[in-house]
């Protein structure tokens, strides 16, 4: 059995590779009705999801990031772009994954304010309290989040929202921020950070952010810098994404980019200036 389901699991080439079942059949050789049930299986477990469009590789077997190859190239393409980000804002940079409810730092770029924040490379922290879980967590289907995570979140600051119905709220407005996510004080005291998704075909794959202390980071400014950055990045990894999207749910989300001007008008305006 383990054998077949290995056998289903290598049929998809990649991780954006989407089967119907008469291929999924053709490909492994096996009875369409085995593959059927294998199939079934395999989805119950989220080694696969199963969508109109038919089977494509679930969290389990993505770690929705990637396994570690996956998650170099991540780290490679996003690489010159975090740096980029720090020099301009002076912020700590967080490069991030989804693992199951929580989420695991690919990178982490910073200054001496870095040195005051736990998060580490191959840390581990809840998606629900951080802003680059909680950026992630919004392009997931809702069914999928409400079995990602837990009955009961754990609330790391008298901010974190531990409550499922609140959280749900607070993915929808991040969906119509168009994927900015903000969290303020809800991970860790004192500290706030702006945070966007890099996305694929088949939804988001990981997620940047800028972390600053909340008495003087200025989210609103920064964020246009963030959403940027993830876009390029998503860029970079899915070159085929422009076309796909067209054909899926996400083309009725019209997507905002920030000219090179307003980036510096944001970046060089006075800490008394007014949000645009």
Not at 9 to 18: G, N, P, T
Not at 42 to 68: E, F, I, M, N
Not at 116 to 122: N, T
Not at 213 to 231: C, K
Request: proline share 6%; hydrophobic share 40%.
């Amino acid at each position: 059995m383990i054998g077949r389901m290995t056998l289903i699991i290598d049929a998809f080439e990649s991780r954006s590779a989407r089967l119907t079942l008469e291929e999924v059949a053709h490909r492994t050789r096996l009875p369409r009705s085995t593959a059927h049930r294998i199939l079934d299986q395999l989805v119950g477990c989220q080694w696969l999801d199963h969508t109109s469009y038919g089977y494509r590789l679930g969290p389990r077997a993505l770690g929705l990031g990637g396994q570690d190859g996956s998650r170099g190239e991540i780290r490679e393409a996003a690489a010159p772009l975090l740096h980029e980000l720090h020099l301009r804002t002076g912020m700590v940079v967080h490069l991030a994954v989804l693992e199951g409810a929580e989420v695991v730092y690919l990178d982490k770029i910073g200054g001496r304010f870095a040195s005051g924040l736990p998060s580490r490379v191959g840390g581990h922290a809840p998606a629900h309290a951080t802003g680059v879980g909680k950026a992630i967590l919004a392009w997931l289907e809702p069914e999928l989040v409400d079995t990602l995570l837990p009955e009961v979140l754990f609330r790391r600051t008298e901010r974190t929202i531990a409550d499922l119905p609140a959280l749900r709220q607070e993915l929808d407005r991040i969906r119509r921020r168009h994927g900015l996510a903000f969290d303020r004080g809800e991970a860790l005291p004192g500290v706030s950070c702006a945070a966007a998704p890099l996305r694929g075909p088949d939804g988001p794959v990981a997620a940047i952010s800028l972390s600053g202390d909340e008495r003087t980071a200025r989210l609103e400014r920064v964020a246009p810098l963030v959403a940027n950055a993830a876009r390029e990045v998503s860029r970079s990894l899915f070159p085929e994404r422009e076309t796909v999207r067209r054909n899926s749910r996400e083309a009725q989300i019209p997507e905002r980019t920030w000219s090179p001007e307003l980036m510096d008008r944001l970046t060089s305006a006075g800490r008394d200036g007014e949000w645009i």
